[in-house]
C-alpha cells in the first residue's frame, strides 16, 4: 500500500510539472500570479500567516510544519483578455486595434508535505510562479509592407510566451508550541519565445535597435533554469492571532541565449526577489480574517525595469527594457465556516500598476496592467481526510496610454505613432483535492 501511495505521488508531482511547462499565462501582480494554492486564491491570495494547504514554498516555508500530512491537487483555469490600440498616428496605416488571442490556459499545482517529526516537516510545493503570454494577428497594419504588418510593423503574428515554474522542498521547524520557521529552495525554470519583432532586428527602414541582430526574434523556445532561497517565520500570538513573513531571493536566471539582443544584459532574465507580511485574526472557531502585504522588486531586474526608450542598443547592459516599477500588493481575505463541511471564502487583491504611460508601445507585448481582483471560493469535506476546493477571480479591465515610440522613431509626419492603449482584464476558475494521510 506505501509502495503505490509513493508511486501516485510521484506521477502527480510529474503530470503537474510537465503541464505547467506546457501552459504559460499573463499573470497579475506585475506578473506574479494573485496566489498561490486554489484555497488561498479563494481569499484574494492572502497565506501568509495561514496554515491550510502545502504550498509554504510559495507563501510561507515555515507554515509547513502545521499543516501535518498532507498532499493537495489542483489546477486553474485562467482566461486573460488582452488587447492595444493606436489612435490619432501622422502615418494613418498604423491606425488599429488588436486583440490577443489564445486566451484559455490550464496552471496544474501540486503540493505535499511529510512530518519527519513532531517538530519538523519536509514538503515539496510546485507552482507556476506567473508568466507573460500575447498573440496579436498580422495584417491590419502597414509600415511599408505591401503584404501589411503587425501592430508594431514586423511580419507574422506579434507576441511573446514567458512561463515561469518554480519546485520548491521546504524545511519547517516549530522553535516552541506557537512559533516556526522555515526554507524553501526554489529551483526554477523558465521558457521564452517572441515572434514578429523584425522591426527590432536591425531592418531596413528602422534605426539598429539592437547589438546582436538574429537575436531578437522567431527563434523559438529558449529555457534557463536558477536557484534562490525563500525563508519565512510564523507565529501564533494567541488562540485569535496569527502573524507571519516571508523573503524570497531574487532567482538568478541562465541567460536567453537566443534572444540576447532582446532582453538586456545579453539575454539575462531574473526571478525579481520579493517579501510579504501577513496576519490573520479568528475571533471564533468560524470566522477567520486575513491580510498580506507584498513588494515585488521588478526594479532589480535590469530586462524588466529598464526604460523602453533605445538610450543603448538592446541587450547591452544598459538596454531597454519594459519600463515596470516595483509593485505592492494589498491582500484581503475572510472565510467562514458555515457547516461542518462546508467553508466559504470571499476576498480582494490590489497592485499597484507597474507599467508608465512612456513606456506603453513595448508592453503591448506584456500588458500586465490589472490591479484590482476580486475572489470566491469555497472548501467541502468529502470525509475526515479528504476536501474539495475551488476558487474564482475576477479582475476588471485596465488601461494605459500614452505616446507611441513610433513618434521619436519617424519624425515626419508630426505625430507619426500618436497615442497607444494597453489594456487586459482576467477571469480564473480553479478547483484542487487534498487527502491527509
Known amino acids: 500500500m506505501t509502495q503505490k501511495k509513493n508511486q501516485l505521488r510521484l506521477t502527480l508531482l510529474a503530470a503537474a510539472i510537465a503541464i505547467i511547462s506546457q501552459h504559460p499565462a499573463s499573470a497579475t501582480n506585475g506578473y506574479f500570479s494573485h496566489g498561490y494554492g486554489i ?5 484574494g ?32 483555469w485562467f482566461r486573460p483578455s488582452r488587447d492595444a490600440q493606436r489612435d490619432g498616428a501622422g502615418i494613418p496605416t498604423l491606425n488599429g486595434r488588436s486583440e490577443s488571442g489564445r486566451t484559455n490556459f490550464l496552471i496544474p499545482e501540486f503540493g505535499y508535505n511529510q512530518m519527519i517529526a513532531n517538530d519538523m516537516s519536509f514538503g515539496l510545493s510546485v507552482y507556476g510562479n506567473g508568466g507573460l503570454n500575447s498573440s496579436y494577428a498580422q495584417g491590419k497594419y502597414n509600415c511599408g509592407s ?37 526554507v524553501s529552495l526554489l529551483v526554477g525554470y523558465q ?31 529558449d529555457s ?16 485569535s492571532i496569527s502573524v507571519g513573513a516571508a523573503y524570497a531571493s531574487k532567482m538568478d536566471m541562465k541567460a536567453f541565449s537566443k534572444y540576447k539582443g532582446l532582453f538586456a544584459e545579453a539575454g539575462d532574465f531574473d526571478i525579481p526577489e520579493n517579501y510579504n507580511i501577513g496576519l490573520v485574526i479568528t475571533p471564533d472557531k468560524y470566522l477567520s480574517f486575513a491580510l498580506d502585504y507584498q513588494r515585488i522588486s521588478y526594479s532589480g531586474v535590469k530586462s524588466i525595469n529598464n526604460s523602453s526608450m533605445p538610450m543603448a542598443p538592446m541587450g547591452a547592459a544598459n ?21 461542518e463541511q462546508l467553508q466559504v471564502r470571499a476576498g480582494y487583491n490590489h497592485g499597484s500598476n507597474p507599467i508608465n504611460a512612456a513606456d506603453v508601445t513595448f508592453n503591448i507585448l506584456a500588458p500586465g496592467v490589472v490591479q484590482s481582483h476580486y475572489t470566491l471560493g469555497a472548501t467541502y469535506a468529502l470525509s475526515k481526510n479528504s476536501e474539495i476546493s475551488a476558487s474564482y477571480m475576477h479582475a476588471p479591465r485596465q488601461t494605459v496610454n500614452g505616446s507611441s515610440l513610433f513618434n521619436g522613431l519617424f519624425p515626419a509626419p508630426p505625430n507619426a505613432g500618436g497615442t497607444e492603449t494597453i489594456g487586459m482584464s482576467q477571469n480564473s476558475l480553479g478547483i484542487a483535492w487534498s487527502t491527509k494521510f
Open 39 to 43: 484555497i488561498a486564491k479563494g481569499m
Open 45 to 76: 491570495g492572502a497565506a501568509t500567516a495561514m496554515t491550510q494547504d502545502t504550498f509554504g514554498g510559495a507563501n510561507n516555508p515555515a507554515s509547513m510544519v502545521w499543516v501535518g500530512n498532507r498532499a493537495d491537487v489542483g489546477v486553474d
Open 146 to 182: 505591401p503584404s501589411g504588418n503587425n501592430m508594431l510593423c514586423g511580419s507574422g503574428s506579434l507576441g511573446v510566451d514567458m512561463m515561469q515554474l518554480i519546485v520548491a522542498p521546504t524545511f519547517s521547524k516549530k522553535i516552541n508550541a506557537n512559533h516556526s520557521i522555515g
Open 191 to 221: 521558457r521564452f519565445k517572441s515572434d514578429g519583432l523584425q522591426a527590432f532586428n536591425n531592418s531596413p527602414g528602422f534605426p539598429p535597435f539592437t547589438g546582436s541582430p538574429g537575436f531578437v526574434t522567431n527563434n523559438g523556445y
Open 224 to 239: 534557463s533554469t536558477g536557484l534562490g532561497v525563500r525563508v519565512g517565520y510564523l507565529g501564533k500570538i494567541n488562540d
Open 319 to 339: 538596454g531597454p527594457g519594459f519600463g515596470w516599477k516595483d509593485v505592492d500588493v494589498i491582500k484581503l481575505g475572510a472565510a467562514y465556516k458555515l457547516t
